[in-house]
């Protein structure tokens, strides 16, 4: 027996007990696959154009440091070498911070050492040079690459509308000199041309945001110590955050308590001295009594086991992770789809901070996106546990605006994971959570 809510969703039991149905039913009609590879494809190409836009500044820089160092032979060239290395360093920290929106946080290898001397000595200075070198020249290639793929895709696949504007030398142009293009067939074969560029848009875009990136993640990162500097501070934030997010959950399960089931109990123990009363003056009473009585003590009990599963989800103990999250989207007022690609079970701390934070972005989602569609996907590599949360909704979500994902960082946090949120005006919003599975 299915039950639904108010709006019409079905309770998150009986969406786990139809999971295995209804979770093969949406692995079969699924078209979002194709989707979520053009979304990928269009993030690697907004990487590459911020990329690009990093490596035209490495440029600037290393043309300033040229000239620099040719004034250095009259002595001027001393007077212009703080200034020239502090470009250097600026637009290193803007890669950094581009990068470490797109991923992993990179941090300064140390601070920039006071003096020119001291400058050009330290190796984070060399490895800075070396990675403007290279991404001014393989970043800037990719990049440029990177916006004339859909630029050639756009061109050769509407070339049928307006191959007879043109001059035939820009036809011939856009048909990439492969064959005249003096009729519609001609150019009806050259927008086919157009299809192969968008599959390779397709394909090779987030590969090239990757290998764009792969230089700044090797030079322009902390060093040895600076990196366990770093991390023991990082372990003691999230150690801190792991307590509070404890003494925050004890205190929801002592207000829970306090305001719903214990108010309860005492409705029950009032109502169970009245009726003792009224076998003494109305029998007859006392019937009405011992009925609000029970139905006092059913609801108690319900609230009580509301509150006992909100601390570990009996599905998580009985089925597994998949199917939990199965029943999440199946409670879920905005149509959800769920793709779990689980090879086994992870620890049980793991698996119940995935539940509450795909429990606490769905219902983000229903409350706050205005939403039509969600996604979830959750798939385990190299040890660790990915789950990515994306919805189609208004976009402008904001951890810091008291929605609920500050919880969600500092429960992944707290478990030596990782945090990212993508919400661009428009939409759509896009959450990454990782957490480390351990042996």
């Given amino acids: 027996m299915i039950s639904r809510g108010p709006a019409g969703a079905m309770s998150a ?10 979770h093969g039913r949406l ?16 993030d690697g190409l907004d990487h590459l154009v911020g990329g690009l836009s990093t490596a035209i500044l ?8 040229a000239v620099t160092a040719l004034l250095c032979l ?23 911070a581009r990068l470490s929106r797109w ?27 070396g990675w403007s070198v290279g991404h001014t020249t393989l970043g800037m290639f990719l990049g440029l690459v990177g916006l004339t793929l859909p630029f050639r895709a756009v061109l050769d696949f509407t070339l049928p509308l307006w191959w007879w504007l043109p001059p035939p030398d820009v036809v011939a142009d856009a048909a990439l000199g492969l064959w005249v293009v003096d009729d519609l067939p001609s150019a009806m074969a050259v927008s086919i041309l157009g299809i192969g560029w968008i599959i390779l848009f397709v394909l ?13 993640r090797r030079l322009l990162t ?18 801190a955050a792991a307590l509070d997010a404890h003494a925050a959950e004890l205190r929801r399960i002592e207000r829970s308590l306090h305001d719903g089931t214990q108010n309860r109990i005492v409705a029950v123990t009032v109502l169970l001295g009245a009726a003792r009363r009224a076998v003494a003056r109305d029998p007859s009473s006392a019937e009405e009594i011992l009925e609000r009585a029970q139905g006092a003590a059913e609801q108690a009990l319900s609230d009580l086991r509301t509150v006992v599963r909100s601390i570990l989800p009996p599905v998580l103990e009985d089925r597994s992770l998949a199917d939990a999250l199965t029943g999440l989207a199946a409670a879920c007022p905005v149509p959800c789809e769920v793709d779990a690609g689980l090879p086994g079970r992870c620890a049980a701390s793991v698996e119940a901070t995935a539940y509450f934070v795909v429990a606490e972005a769905l219902t983000n989602i229903a409350r706050h996106s205005q939403a039509g569609h969600a996604t979830v996907a959750v798939h385990r590599r190299d040890d660790w546990l990915h789950l990515r949360i994306i919805d189609d909704g208004r976009g402008r979500a904001d951890e810091h605006s008291g929605s609920g994902l ?14 990212m949120l993508t919400s661009p005006p428009g939409g759509p919003t896009i959450l990454n959570v990782s957490l480390p599975c351990g042996l």
Avoid: C, K, N
């Fill in 27 to 42: 692995r079969r009609a699924r078209p979002w696959g194709v989707l979520a590879r053009s979304r990928t494809a269009l």
């Fill in 74 to 96: 009259v002595g001027v060239g001393l007077l212009l070498a703080p200034t020239a290395l502090r470009g250097l360093r600026t637009v290193a920290d803007r890669e950094r």
């Fill in 13 to 22: 039991e009986s969406g786990a007990e139809d999971a295995d149905a209804r």
């Fill in 103 to 129: 991923g992993p946080e990179i941090i300064a290898r140390e601070p920039p050492p006071p003096g020119l001397r001291a400058a050009l000595a330290s190796p984070a200075t060399w490895r800075e040079l």
């Fill in 204 to 216: 090779f875009t987030p590969g090239m945001a990757r290998l764009q990136a792969w230089g700044g």
């Fill in 58 to 65: 490495a440029l600037i820089v290393l043309l300033g440091l």
């Fill in 222 to 239: 902390a060093g040895a110590d600076t990196d366990l500097t770093l991390r023991v501070a990082q372990l003691t934030a999230t150690r």
């Fill in 406 to 419: 500050g919880g969600i960082r500092r429960r992944a946090e707290a478990h030596d994971g990782t945090f």
